[in-house]
């Protein structure tokens, strides 16, 4: 359950570029074991071209399950944990202290379903891989329907496509997705 005041999400949403980025099977797997079930190295790239030199924010699990920073991008984690430290890493534990930290730029959510279903209210956008076929896994995407609406698919491969979605609280943003 979350509790946090309902204007604090109209605040980020005004005043921060936050984007959600994420890849599901389309079974509405995310995650398995605390890793991602499948191996798309374009994928991968797709979303290293998107958060280059960018902020990312994530969730403590899913920083410890790629177990490094993130290179040439501001890495911020999420945890409850106040003695939680790593090197050339931000940690907050409140969303509120995303307004104290100075971010230019989007800030790229990046997961996992806790952080996606915390902070997609807050998003503007959500860039979402769909990997084609069923994968077993522990983790699923958070429902969005009511949160985001399809703009465009911006790209599409053998093995996944990629939506862009923009939020219905934010439907006046420019609807273009970022260029590719
Ligand atoms: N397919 C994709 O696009 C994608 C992307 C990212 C991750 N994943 C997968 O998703 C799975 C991990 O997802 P997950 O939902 O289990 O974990 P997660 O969202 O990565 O991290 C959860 C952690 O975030 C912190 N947190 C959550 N809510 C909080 C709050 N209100 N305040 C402060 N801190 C809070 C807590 O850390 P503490 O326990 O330290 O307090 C919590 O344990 C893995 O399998 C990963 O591989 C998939």
């Known amino acids: 359950m979350i509790s946090m005041p309902a204007d604090l999400y109209g605040i980020l949403l005004q005043r921060l570029d936050i984007r959600a980025i994420a ?14 079930p499948w191996n798309i190295p374009e994928e991968m ?10 902020s990312v ?5 899913t920083f410890e399950s790629i177990g490094h920073p993130l290179p040439n991008r501001r890495n911020i984690v999420m945890t409850r944990d106040t003695t939680w430290r ?17 971010i230019e730029g ?21 860039y979402l891989s769909t990997v084609f076929g069923k994968f077993e896994g522990d983790t699923k ?10 703009n465009k698919t911006i790209l599409t491969c053998t093995t996944f496509k990629v939506d862009h979605y923009v939020a219905r609280q934010h439907a006046n943003i420019e609807k273009s997705p970022l260029s590719l």
């Open 23 to 36: 890849a599901v099977a389309d079974n509405g797997i995310i995650g398995n074991n605390n890793s991602i």
């Open 45 to 54: 790239a797709f979303f290293r071209r998107m958060t280059q030199n960018a």
């Open 57 to 61: 924010l994530m969730g403590r699990k």
């Open 86 to 102: 790593r090197d050339s890493v931000i940690t907050i534990q409140k969303l509120d202290q995303l307004l104290e930290l100075g």
């Open 106 to 126: 989007p800030l790229w959510v990046c997961g996992g379903a806790m952080i996606y279903k915390m902070l997609f209210p807050a998003c503007r956008e959500l």
């Open 141 to 150: 995407m958070p429902p969005f329907g009511d949160i985001f609406v399809i």
